[in-house]
């Protein structure tokens, strides 16, 4: 069974400075989806990135970006240039190819709990 | 706005009782998932309905059932409910099953706390 392991609980940055998320995942397949969710105070769950395991390319989205490391199992999401709405916590995910018949479910991180001081 | 709605937002009950929650998806989407997120187990996956059918299956307890209704929105049941049933629930959206370039979309959960 695929799992995802988000090894970070808490991390703090500094307002307008660089931070990045560790995940790792376990899954014996070779084409896959992972993806980054945001989930702010308010509990609603924001799409904040996606990456296709079949793309070497790292995927960005303005001020957020991927290091992802398909040998490794390696998907690190980089928030740059950090501002005080990025407080939330940070859901990794997983979801296998769909086709073929296989679920489309996600499969989740623990998440990792991200703080921006001023 | 992800575009899925959920009711009711809170929930308040008693150990034993039967609720459900309901789940309007993004307008044309087909697959309803269902999600609980509690402090415990984390978010986890419950089950996938497709087009008015049930695709997937998570860790959806017995005591649980869900469906999707011919104008697609969704109910998810929960019944004889124990205190570690409180949780957050969602109700996640995509256009189809099986397309490679699907999203999820989620919506605003449902807060249930049984006392």
């Known amino acids: 069974a695929q799992t995802v392991t988000q090894s970070q609980p808490e991390m703090s940055v500094q307002e307008a400075e660089t931070v990045t998320l560790s995940c790792t995942y376990d899954?014996?397949?070779?084409?896959?989806?992972l993806f980054w969710y945001k989930q702010p105070p308010s509990r609603q769950m924001i799409l904040v990135i996606r990456?296709?395991?079949?793309?070497?390319q790292n995927a960005t989205e303005n001020r957020f970006s991927v290091n992802f490391q398909k040998a490794a199992k390696s998907f690190s999401l980089k928030i740059s240039d950090s501002q005080l709405g990025d407080a939330a916590m940070y859901f990794c995910?997983?979801?296998?190819?769909?086709?073929?018949?296989?679920?489309?479910?996600?499969?989740f991180g623990k998440g990792t709990k991200l703080s921006v001081k001023p | 706005d992800s575009g899925v709605t959920q009711t009711p937002k809170h929930l308040i009950t008693a150990t034993g009782q039967r609720v459900t929650l309901r789940c309007s998806p993004r307008?044309?989407?087909?697959?309803v998932y269902w999600y609980q997120q509690s402090l415990d187990q984390g978010l986890q996956f419950l089950i996938q309905?497709?087009?008015?059918?049930?695709?997937a299956k998570g860790n959806i307890l017995e005591r649980f059932s869900a469906q999707q209704f011919p104008d697609l929105h969704s109910e998810l049941n929960l019944s004889s409910l124990e205190l570690g049933d409180s949780a957050l629930y969602f109700c996640?959206?995509?256009?189809?099953?099986?397309?490679?370039?699907?999203?999820?979309?989620f919506g605003p959960g449902t807060r249930l706390l049984v006392l």
């Open positions: 996640a959206s995509s256009k189809a099953q099986g397309l490679a370039q699907e999203t999820q979309y």
């Open positions: 309905y497709y087009n008015g059918e049930e695709r």
């Open positions: 899954t014996s397949e070779s084409d896959y989806y």
């Open positions: 990456q296709e395991a079949y793309k070497q």
């Open positions: 995910a997983y979801r296998r190819d769909p086709y073929g018949g296989s679920q489309g479910n996600l499969i």
């Open positions: 307008s044309g989407d087909l697959s």
